[in-house]
Each structure stands twice: as C-alpha cells, then as structure tokens.
C-alpha cells in the first residue's frame, strides 16, 4: 500500500492525535466555520496547534469548507480562507462551485473536492481538476470499474507527458463507516423535521430513527416494517467496510482512503484506523483477522456499498449497533486508568496498542483506588490503579470481549 494515505476523522483536537497514534497519515477536520458537521468542529486556536502537531510528525490535516453557501456566505468564507491559508492547512474540503472560486482566486490553498459535490463520473472529474481541484472525492454510489475508468481518464488527461507538474490528480474514496441513504449525503429530512440544515452542518440523522407505518383509516394503529428477500426499502442503511478490498481499490488508482466518523469516540477512531493501517501494512493477512479486528468497534451490520455491485444490499429492519469488544478504560500511563465501562477482577481485557505494537492480553488480579482494594471497578470517569503484566502507555485503551 505504499503511495496511498489512510485518512481519517478528527472531530477534535484529541481525537487528531489519537488518529495519527494509531496510524493516520492525514485527518480531516471541521474547523469553527463552514462545515457539515457543526458539533465536530476545532476552534482556531486548537486548529493551529493541530496544523503545528500534524506537520511535526510529517502528516497532513485538511479542514472541510463543504457547507452549500448563500450570498451572504462569502464575505466571511473569504476571510476564513485567508487564515486557513496562512496556518498553512495542507487542503481545503469544498462541495460548493462558488466556494472553489472563491478559494482559487484568492488563495492558494490546496483544493479537494467533497463527495457532496456527487462526483460519479470521469468528465465531471475532469472538469473539476480543470476549475483547480487537486482532489476528487468519489461519491460512495461508484462501482469498483467505474472508479478505475474515472482514474484512467485523469491520468490520461493530466498525466505527467501533458506537462502537469504537480503530478496527477488524486482520488479518494470512502472505505469505512456510516452511510447516508440519501444520494452522496444531499438530504433534507433534517429540515423538514426539526428545521435543522443538513446541508450547513447541523443534520439531527432522522433517518437512523425508528419508523412504522399507519393506515390513513386505522389512526394510532402502528405497523412495524419488516424485511422480505427484495429488502426494507426503509432508511436505516448498513455501515460500509471495505478493509478486504483495499487492494483492489489501490489497483483501480485510489490514493487515499478515508475513514468516516467525526462524531465518533477516540475509542473509534483508534480501533478503526489501527485496524487499516495493519491492513495496509499487511500485518492482517486474511479477510477473517482483519474481520475480526474491525468487529471490535461499534458497527451497524456491513455493507460493501456500491463498490462490487450497484444493487447491493444496503438496508437495515432495525438500528442497534453491534460489536464484539467494548471499551472499559484509557490507559493514563503506569497501571493508572480512566473509566468508560466496568470491569470486575479476574476479567481478561486487551490492550489496543498504537504504532507498530501487537495488542496483548491479560487477566485483573487486582483492581485499586487511593489504597482501597476492589473486586469491581464501576464508576466512570474515575482513576484506578490496576494490576497489568505491561507497562501501560498514556494513549492505550482497555477493552474486552463482550458475551452476547
């Protein structure tokens, strides 16, 4: 996988680092502006530190500019762009035409475009690279072989023998979590149902609410929607994962892939990009390990989306997220943990390890708090001691097998 960048979600400064502990090469980011994730978003302030963090350790940190703007947007986006630009953000994310403009006459920011934009095609990419784009973000509806011809198409057209000195354009594409089941994220549910703008960052996700249907006739009376062979037909959608098909998207010309989950846990962030980036680096070898892996987060059914087929099975006749481990602490350093679940003594919990570290196991014997000893740990949020085998690291995390 060598040339291709594991790119993934940094709802805020925290989770930026976490991402790139466990693997990321890039983050994406909301900044305090403009983005379609209003409540994952890192001020100004943090989003220096984060530029000054990213570039200390040689990777990449792009904030998204996606909202779909109004006139009265530009004034301020303009500004905004401007001090993007001058702590030295590695790319802007836009979705909106006006907004590229905007960036490319008065910038010279990076540019990549959002998988808002519906981008399905190679002559729609084309002429996106030709507006200024560096990047194009597929949306999540393309085939496997149409991402490959729309790959082929660029090179051939801003190859490096047609005197493009930057190289040729790139292309990134989806490769884990939630889907929308609207077309590439454009949905107005939100709207019309708590006057929330999805399209400006504040989308409240009704379509993972429950749903039943009732007769015009039969008012209170409330049927359930079940599934049949032909599917739900209904909105919750399976969450997508693509960690056995890397290769093959890597041969059809994908540069990056990128990992949703801004609004997710540091847990998330953590298990996930650990469990690509092994991929990657080709430490999981079979679909099984890399399966089992991946379980270990907190996931709706999979899906492989639209990638091998576009009439693959997307939906869900219910909503509860599933996962074979669960998170019960962040390791402080020493034996000193946080809570997030509780454990008991004589309970066997992993350790998810950042950088090259192969997670261990290992059983409580003990389990203390300011010298007093307990059989249980249960208060979240609070600091234990623990008795682990393994000289724990600030930045690890607990978790263990949950029996079903």
């Known amino acids: 996988m060598k040339g291709v960048e594991l790119l993934a979600p940094g709802g805020d400064l925290n989770k930026l680092k976490v991402a790139f ?22 001020d100004e302030e943090n989003l220096k530190q984060a530029i000054e963090y990213a570039h200390a350790l040689g ?19 303009t500004n905004y762009m401007k001090f993007l630009e001058s702590i ?9 035409l006006g907004v590229l403009k905007i960036a490319r006459e008065n910038t010279g920011l990076e540019i990549h475009i959002s998988t808002q934009a519906n981008i399905l095609n190679k002559y729609t990419a084309e002429e996106y ?7 194009i973000i597929l949306g999540r509806e393309c085939t ?36 929308c089941v ?30 039943s249907l009732v007769e015009e006739k039969r008012p209170g009376e409330y049927f359930p929607i079940s599934e049949d062979l032909n599917g739900t037909y209904i909105m919750n959608s399976r969450d997508l994962c693509l960690i056995n098909h890397l290769d093959k998207l890597k041969d059809a010309g994908v540069t990056s892939f990128k990992i949703e989950g801004r609004m997710k846990s540091e847990y998330y962030v953590a298990s996930v990009v650990k469990a690509y980036r092994q991929a990657m680096d080709g430490k999981l070898k079979t679909d099984k390990t890399r399966m089992d892996e991946i379980n270990k987060s907190y996931h709706r059914p999979w899906t492989t989306g639209f990638l091998l087929s576009e009439n693959n099975h997307l939906y869900l006749e219910r909503n509860e997220p599933s996962s074979s481990h669960e998170v019960v602490a962040t390791c402080l350093g020493g034996n000193s943990v946080e809570l997030k679940n509780a454990f008991n003594v004589g309970d066997e919990l992993e350790i998810l390890s950042f950088g090259k570290n192969h997670n261990k196991t290992f059983k409580v014997t003990e389990i203390t708090q ?13 600091i234990y001691e623990i008795s682990c085998p393994y000289k724990l690291q600030s930045g690890e995390f607990l978790r263990k097998r949950i029996h079903h």
């Open 21 to 42: 502990m466990y693997g990321a090469d890039a983050v994406y980011v909301g900044g305090s502006k403009f983005g379609l994730r209003a409540s994952a978003t890192v």
């Open 59 to 77: 990777k990449k940190v792009y904030v998204t500019v996606n909202i779909f703007a109004r006139n009265n947007d530009f004034t301020e986006i």
């Open 88 to 96: 030295n953000v590695d790319a802007i994310i836009v979705s909106d």
């Open 129 to 135: 690279v030709r507006l200024g784009a560096r990047r």
């Open 144 to 179: 496997l072989g149409e991402i490959a011809e729309i790959a082929q198409h660029l090179k051939k057209t801003f190859g490096v023998k047609q005197g493009n000195k930057q190289g040729l354009p790139e292309i990134e594409v989806f490769v884990h979590g939630a889907m």
């Open 182 to 211: 609207s077309y590439s994220g454009r949905c107005l549910l939100s709207n019309l149902m708590v006057n929330r703008d999805a399209n400006r960052g504040e989308c409240a996700h009704p379509c993972r609410w429950k749903y």
């Open 370 to 382: 300011v010298a007093e000893k307990f059989s249980r740990a249960n208060k979240a949020g609070e």
